[in-house]
């Protein structure tokens, strides 16, 4: 059965975008080094993928799911990926309102949180679906749709910035699953109790 996993890097203090981010500058003023360990590893120039190690094994598996849902504000941030997250497999943008025009690639707006997480595990079939997006994170944990976390957790201090948690509605329960320590890094695999 499909998961939906959210896959995050997140500062020391929390933190998972510097501050003053926005269109080009996803990861905020200074937030470059919380995506740093995806080019430990040996990258692979035709894929831009690390090739081993254990951080290419967590790159690997984020790659290797079937639907991808993200935020509206990630995805238009991040250039709306060219189109393409990775490998032509569908996106679910969650927004408030729809957009006009339409975006480009395989992308699919959505405004009920529900229906988004159904229809791309529908999409993902036996493969899970991977998160991106605070705010969207927030709101699908605060109504029971996020199974897991792999929050990759790296040695930097932001003092500021966009915190993950920051506005959870409600007491969550997890429980840590594997915790393996990478390239600089450290990644903490939690399942989503309540």
């Known amino acids: 059965m499909s998961k939906l996993i959210v896959y995050m890097s997140m500062s020391l203090d929390g933190f998972i975008a510097a501050a003053d981010d926005g269109p080009g500058r996803g990861l905020g003023v200074g937030g470059e080094p919380l995506h740093a360990w995806l080019t430990d590893g040996n990258i692979n120039p035709a894929s831009f993928r690390p090739e081993y190690g254990v951080n290419a094994e967590i790159f690997g598996e984020m790659m290797a799911s ?20 990775h490998d032509g497999e569908p996106i679910f943008v969650l927004t408030r309102s729809e957009p006009v025009p339409a975006v480009r690639g395989n992308a699919l707006y959505l405004t009920d949180l529900h229906s988004a997480v159904s229809q791309a595990k529908a999409a993902a079939s036996d493969r899970n679906v991977m998160m991106h997006g605070g705010s969207s994170v927030q709101a ?18 932001l003092g500021r910035g966009k915190s993950l948690f920051a506005e959870q509605p409600k007491t ?23």
């Open 172 to 194: 969550s329960r997890l429980r840590l699953v594997s915790s393996v320590e990478g390239v600089g890094v450290l990644h903490l695999r939690y399942d989503v109790l309540d």
């Open 66 to 85: 079937g639907a991808v849902i993200t935020g509206r504000h990630t995805f238009e941030w991040a250039g709306e990926w060219g189109g393409d997250h």
């Open 140 to 157: 699908l944990l605060s109504v029971g749709l996020v199974d897991e976390f792999v929050i990759t957790l790296v040695p930097i201090l």
